[in-house]
């Protein structure tokens, strides 16, 4: 069979799972590659909730710290920190979707050039916005912020870092995760504690 006749015969084929494809596509497959038809009966996501975010400032002020520390491994004379190369480092890292920039610097809020869009061009906001990928808005102890650091029912290559959700870190954590900017406010225009880090 010739080079131009094989080329000829797959043509219909490839433009029937072509259109196989867009049909699937304009059912509105969900994130991930979903069933366009749902979840299977037996699983029940709660809604999620929409038109929120967290606060950039508490999270600069009080959250990015806990990623940069070096924090002592349970049960070892050792620290690490999030940050490191072999753990969520941006260039290195070889923990998943979350990543830390160590060397972020802090964005002056009360500078009128800091507008929305240079602060989401700083490593800060790209610490920020990998951070808030991790939280699950409608089941908070459910957010890998929380829950792989605890290694609760999940794996964590970095292993136990936090002992119990009594650890000042994880209080911290928790507190920026319930304390969510009300509908309609952005990141940039909500501090739900300004000057501090309350846990509570």
């Known amino acids: 069979m010739t080079q131009e006749l094989a080329s000829t015969r797959r ?13 699937v596509l304009s059912l509105g497959t969900g994130c991930g590659g979903g069933s366009p038809l ?19 400032a508490y999270f600069q002020r009080c959250i990015n710290p806990i990623f940069i520390a ?18 969520h480092d941006n260039a290195a890292g070889t923990g ?33 916005y990998s951070s808030q990928g991790e939280v699950v808005f409608t089941a908070i102890s459910q957010s890998r912020l929380i829950s792989k650091p605890l290694v609760r029912n ?28 009300p509908v309609g406010q952005s990141e940039f225009s ?5 000057g501090t880090c309350p846990t509570q």
């Open 70 to 87: 070096q924090l002592p491994i349970p049960g070892t004379a050792t620290t690490n920190t999030c940050a490191g190369s072999g753990c």
């Open 11 to 23: 043509t219909p084929t490839l433009l029937k799972w072509a259109g196989v494809c867009a049909a």
């Open 154 to 181: 999940v794996l964590h290559g970095g292993g136990l870092i936090f002992e119990t959700d009594l650890d000042n870190n994880v209080r911290l954590l928790m507190y920026w995760m319930t304390h969510p900017a």
């Open 38 to 56: 749902g979840n299977p009966p037996n699983v029940n996501n709660e809604e999620a909730r929409g038109g929120q975010s967290l606060s950039f």
């Open 96 to 128: 998943g979707a979350f990543r830390v920039i160590a060397s972020a610097a802090v964005v002056d809020l009360a500078n009128p050039a800091n507008t929305a869009d240079v602060i989401r061009s700083t490593d800060m906001y790209k610490n920020f």
């Open 190 to 194: 909500y501090d739900p504690a300004p």
